[in-house]
C-alpha cells in the first residue's frame, strides 16, 4: 500500500480486527468519529481472509467498482434498452479516469457508490413496475442499500438518493407516488442502520453530537470547512473526472436528442447526474470523490447516446466520432510531446530525474500506445469500433500507471515504502513519534496503535479525551520524552519539515537522519553507557 488516504481505512481495520472491537473506530488507538462501520467491517474482513497486504485492502474498493459497472448492465437491460448498450455503460463507467483512480485505492467511495447507484436504480425500477408484490421488494431493496450506504459514509446516503427521486417526481408531477414511496424504504434503511446506532451510542455517547455536527452540517456549511473549494471546482475538473470519454459528449448528446421517446429514462438519468452534481457543489468542503455518483447516470447516458449511431457498424465510412478521436490524439499526442521536451530539459520542472530512465519509457510507451489505439480507430471504417476508441486507449495508461509514478510523488504522497526501510533498523519496542501527516502510515507500518503525536492532523477530536491528552506532545513534552528514554530504549520521529524546525535541536549528537522527499526520519538508538555518559557530559557543558 502505498498513497497516504489509504493508511487511514487499511489502519483502522486492522486495529478493529487486532482490539476485537467492532463497534466504536478508532486510528492509533484513539476515537476517530469521522466515518460509520461498515467499511471497517469489510477491510477488517479482508486482512482477516487475505492478510495485511495491498491487494486485500484494495479489494472492497474494486469488488465495488466492478459490481456498480455489473448493475449498470443490468438496468439498462431491464429498462428496455438491450445488452448491447448495458455493456456499453458498464464499458464507459470503468474506464473514466476518475472511476479507475478511485476504485483502486482503499478509500469507502466505491462502496459508497455502490449502495447509492442500486438505491436509485431499484427506485426506478420501483416507479416503471406494474406488479404491485415485485414493486414492494423493490423498494424494499432501495431502503436496504440506503441503510448500507448510511453504515458505510453517514447521512448522504439518504440526501443523494431523495433528491435524485424529489426531482424526478416533481419533473413528472407525480405527487401521488411522493409518500406512498418514502414510507417502506424509510423503514427497512431504519431496520438495517439501528442495531449499531444504538450499540455505538451506548458505548459512545458523544458519537452522534460530533457524527451529525461537525462530519455533516459543519462540513457541507462551514466557510472554513475542510477541503474548501469554490462552487465551480467539481465543473471545472469534470473533463478530467470523465476522461477520455468527455470527447464523445456532444455526439451523445446529439444522439440523446434523436431518442426523445425515452424520455421518462431519459430524464431519470438526467435527475441523476445533475442533482448530486449541484448538491456537492453547493457543500463549502470538496474532493473530486464527492461526484463519484453521478459517473454511473453519466455512463449509461453516454452509452443510450451513442445506440442511434451503432446500427452503422457495417462498413459505413461517414464521420460519427471522429472530431472527438481527434481531439482525443491531439490530447496523447501533446502529452507525449511534453513528456519528451520535459525530459530534454526544454520545458517545466523534470518530471522523472535521471535514475527514472525506465519510468519515463514507460510512461512515453503508455502514450504512444494510447496515441497509436486512437489514431486507429479514426481510421476503422467500423463506426462501433471507433466509438470504443476512448475506452481501449485508457486502458494502456491504466496498464502502466503504477509503474511510471515518479520520485517526486513517492515522495509526497507516498511513504510506505521509506518507512518500511526504516522499520528493519527498529526494534519493536520502539517508541515512535510521528507528526499529523505521516502516523496513519507510521501505525500502519509498524502494526502499533500507541504512536505519539507531534501535532494533532485529523486526531484533535480523539486526542482531546483525557485519556488520550498525553500523546500528543509539544516541544516540551517532546524534550521530557527524550530526556526519560534516551539510553533506554529506542526512539524513531517520522516529520516533515515544519516539525523538524523545533524538533531538530533537541536531538542529541548520535542521533540518525534519513530523508525522502517530505519524509524525514530521526533516529535515537540506544547507546552503550559509556557513550551515554559522554553524551550528557557534552549536553551539560554545552
Given at each position: 500500500?502505498?498513497?497516504?488516504?489509504?493508511?487511514?481505512?487499511?489502519?483502522?481495520?486492522?486495529?478493529?480486527?487486532?482490539?476485537?472491537?467492532?463497534?466504536?473506530?478508532?486510528?492509533?488507538?484513539?476515537?476517530?468519529?469521522?466515518?460509520?462501520?461498515?467499511?471497517?467491517?469489510?477491510?477488517?474482513?479482508?486482512?482477516?481472509?487475505?492478510?495485511?497486504?495491498?491487494?486485500?485492502?484494495?479489494?472492497?474498493?474494486?469488488?465495488?467498482?466492478?459490481?456498480?459497472?455489473?448493475?449498470?448492465?443490468?438496468?439498462?437491460?431491464?429498462?428496455?434498452?438491450?445488452?448491447?448498450?448495458?455493456?456499453?455503460?458498464?464499458?464507459?463507467?470503468?474506464?473514466?479516469?476518475?472511476?479507475?483512480?478511485?476504485g483502486t485505492t482503499d478509500v469507502l467511495d466505491p462502496?459508497?457508490?455502490?449502495?447509492?447507484?442500486?438505491?436509485?436504480?431499484?427506485?426506478?425500477?420501483?416507479?416503471?413496475?406494474?406488479?404491485?408484490?415485485?414493486?414492494?421488494?423493490?423498494?424494499?431493496?432501495?431502503?436496504?442499500?440506503?441503510?448500507?450506504?448510511?453504515?458505510?459514509?453517514?447521512?448522504?446516503?439518504?440526501?443523494?438518493p431523495a433528491v435524485v427521486a424529489l426531482a424526478f417526481?416533481?419533473?413528472?408531477?407525480?405527487?401521488?407516488?411522493?409518500?406512498?414511496?418514502?414510507?417502506?424504504?424509510?423503514?427497512?434503511?431504519?431496520?438495517?442502520?439501528?442495531?449499531?446506532?444504538?450499540?455505538?451510542?451506548?458505548?459512545?455517547?458523544?458519537?452522534?453530537?460530533?457524527?451529525?455536527?461537525?462530519?455533516?452540517?459543519?462540513?457541507?456549511?462551514?466557510?472554513?470547512?475542510?477541503?474548501?473549494?469554490?462552487?465551480?471546482?467539481?465543473?471545472?475538473?469534470?473533463?478530467?473526472?470523465?476522461?477520455?470519454?468527455?470527447?464523445?459528449?456532444?455526439?451523445?448528446?446529439?444522439?440523446?436528442?434523436?431518442?426523445?421517446?425515452?424520455?421518462?429514462?431519459?430524464?431519470?438519468?438526467?435527475?441523476?447526474?445533475?442533482?448530486?452534481?449541484?448538491?456537492?457543489?453547493?457543500?463549502?468542503?470538496?474532493?473530486?470523490?464527492?461526484?463519484?455518483?453521478?459517473?454511473?447516470?453519466?455512463?449509461?447516458?453516454?452509452?443510450?447516446?451513442?445506440?442511434?449511431?451503432l446500427g452503422r457498424d457495417n462498413g459505413d465510412t461517414?464521420?460519427?466520432?471522429?472530431?472527438?478521436?481527434?481531439?482525443?490524439?491531439?490530447?496523447?499526442?501533446?502529452?507525449?510531446?511534453?513528456?519528451?521536451?520535459?525530459?530534454?530539459?526544454?520545458?517545466?520542472?523534470?518530471?522523472?530525474?535521471?535514475?527514472?530512465?525506465?519510468?519515463?519509457?514507460?510512461?512515453?510507451?503508455?502514450?504512444?500506445?494510447?496515441?497509436?489505439?486512437?489514431?486507429?480507430?479514426?481510421?476503422?471504417?467500423?463506426?462501433?469500433?471507433?466509438?470504443?476508441?476512448?475506452?481501449?486507449?485508457?486502458?494502456?495508461?491504466?496498464?502502466?500507471?503504477?509503474?511510471?509514478?515518479?520520485?517526486?510523488?513517492?515522495?509526497?504522497?507516498?511513504?510506505?515504502?521509506?518507512?518500511?526501510?526504516?522499520?528493519?533498523?527498529?526494534?519493536?519496542?520502539?517508541?515512535?513519534?510521528?507528526?499529523?501527516?505521516?502516523?496513519?502510515?507510521?501505525?500502519?507500518?509498524?502494526?502499533?496503535?500507541?504512536?505519539?503525536?507531534?501535532?494533532?492532523?485529523?486526531?484533535?477530536?480523539?486526542?482531546?479525551?483525557?485519556?488520550?491528552?498525553?500523546?500528543?506532545?509539544?516541544?516540551?513534552?517532546?524534550?521530557?520524552?527524550?530526556?526519560?528514554?534516551?539510553?533506554?530504549?529506542?526512539?524513531?520521529?517520522?516529520?516533515?519539515?515544519?516539525?523538524?524546525?523545533?524538533?531538530?535541536?533537541?536531538?542529541?549528537?548520535?542521533?540518525?537522519?534519513?530523508?525522502?522527499?517530505?519524509?524525514?526520519?530521526?533516529?535515537?538508538?540506544?547507546?552503550?553507557?559509556?557513550?551515554?555518559?559522554?553524551?550528557?557530559?557534552?549536553?551539560?557543558?554545552?
Amino acid at each position: 500500500m502505498t498513497r497516504l488516504d489509504e493508511f487511514r481505512y487499511a489502519e483502522i481495520a486492522r486495529e478493529m480486527l487486532a482490539t476485537g472491537d467492532w463497534i466504536s473506530p478508532r486510528l492509533n488507538g484513539v476515537r476517530y468519529f469521522e466515518k460509520p462501520v461498515l467499511g471497517y467491517w469489510i477491510g477488517a474482513a479482508m486482512q482477516w481472509a487475505f492478510g495485511e497486504w495491498t491487494l486485500a485492502v484494495r479489494l472492497p474498493s474494486a469488488l465495488s467498482t466492478g459490481l456498480t459497472a455489473l448493475f449498470l448492465f443490468f438496468f439498462l437491460r431491464r429498462c428496455g434498452q438491450g445488452p448491447r448498450t448495458g455493456l456499453i455503460a458498464a464499458f464507459v463507467y470503468l474506464t473514466c479516469l476518475a472511476v479507475f483512480g478511485i476504485g483502486t485505492t482503499d478509500v469507502l467511495d466505491p462502496l459508497l457508490n455502490l449502495w447509492l447507484t442500486l438505491a436509485i436504480g431499484f427506485f426506478y425500477w420501483a416507479y416503471i413496475e406494474t406488479d404491485s408484490n415485485r414493486r414492494t421488494i423493490e423498494l424494499l431493496l432501495v431502503g436496504l442499500c440506503c441503510g448500507l450506504a448510511f453504515l458505510t459514509k453517514g447521512f448522504l446516503a439518504f440526501a443523494v438518493p431523495a433528491v435524485v427521486a424529489l426531482a424526478f417526481i416533481v419533473w413528472r408531477l407525480d405527487w401521488s407516488r411522493l409518500l406512498s414511496f418514502v414510507w417502506l424504504p424509510a423503514v427497512a434503511a431504519v431496520l438495517v442502520a439501528l442495531p449499531w446506532a444504538i450499540m455505538i451510542h451506548r458505548q459512545e455517547s458523544d458519537f452522534w453530537h460530533y457524527f451529525f455536527w461537525v462530519e455533516h452540517i459543519q462540513r457541507f456549511t462551514s466557510e472554513r470547512a475542510q477541503h474548501s473549494e469554490p462552487p465551480w471546482y467539481f465543473l471545472v475538473r469534470f473533463p478530467g473526472v470523465v476522461f477520455p470519454w468527455i470527447v464523445l459528449v456532444p455526439l451523445s448528446i446529439a444522439g440523446l436528442c434523436k431518442r426523445l421517446s425515452d424520455s421518462t429514462l431519459t430524464g431519470y438519468l438526467l435527475a441523476w447526474f445533475v442533482m448530486p452534481f449541484a448538491f456537492f457543489s453547493m457543500s463549502s468542503g470538496k474532493l473530486i470523490t464527492y461526484i463519484l455518483p453521478c459517473l454511473p447516470a453519466f455512463a449509461m447516458l453516454v452509452a443510450i447516446g451513442l445506440k442511434p449511431f451503432l446500427g452503422r457498424d457495417n462498413g459505413d465510412t461517414g464521420t460519427p466520432g471522429r472530431a472527438g478521436l481527434a481531439v482525443l490524439l491531439l490530447a496523447y499526442s501533446a502529452a507525449l510531446a511534453y513528456l519528451l521536451m520535459n525530459r530534454l530539459g526544454w520545458v517545466g520542472r523534470p518530471v522523472f530525474d535521471a535514475s527514472e530512465t525506465y519510468r519515463w519509457a514507460a510512461a512515453a510507451g503508455g502514450l504512444a500506445g494510447s496515441a497509436t489505439i486512437t489514431a486507429a480507430g479514426l481510421r476503422t471504417k467500423r463506426v462501433a469500433w471507433r466509438l470504443m476508441t476512448p475506452g481501449v486507449s485508457i486502458v494502456v495508461l491504466m496498464l502502466v500507471v503504477y509503474f511510471v509514478v515518479p520520485n517526486s510523488t513517492r515522495g509526497s504522497k507516498m511513504p510506505g515504502e521509506f518507512f518500511n526501510s526504516q522499520k528493519s533498523q527498529l526494534g519493536s519496542d520502539t517508541i515512535l513519534i510521528s507528526d499529523g501527516s505521516y502516523f496513519r502510515a507510521v501505525a500502519w507500518v509498524f502494526e502499533r496503535d500507541d504512536i505519539y503525536m507531534a501535532d494533532e492532523g485529523e486526531l484533535a477530536y480523539g486526542l482531546s479525551y483525557p485519556e488520550s491528552r498525553h500523546r500528543l506532545l509539544d516541544e516540551g513534552g517532546a524534550r521530557s520524552l527524550i530526556a526519560e528514554n534516551f539510553g533506554v530504549v529506542d526512539m524513531a520521529f517520522f516529520i516533515n519539515e515544519n516539525t523538524e524546525r523545533w524538533l531538530a535541536p533537541l536531538m542529541p549528537a548520535t542521533a540518525r537522519r534519513s530523508e525522502f522527499g517530505n519524509y524525514i526520519v530521526w533516529c535515537i538508538p540506544v547507546e552503550k553507557e559509556a557513550d551515554i555518559d559522554r553524551q550528557r557530559a557534552a549536553q551539560e557543558s554545552g
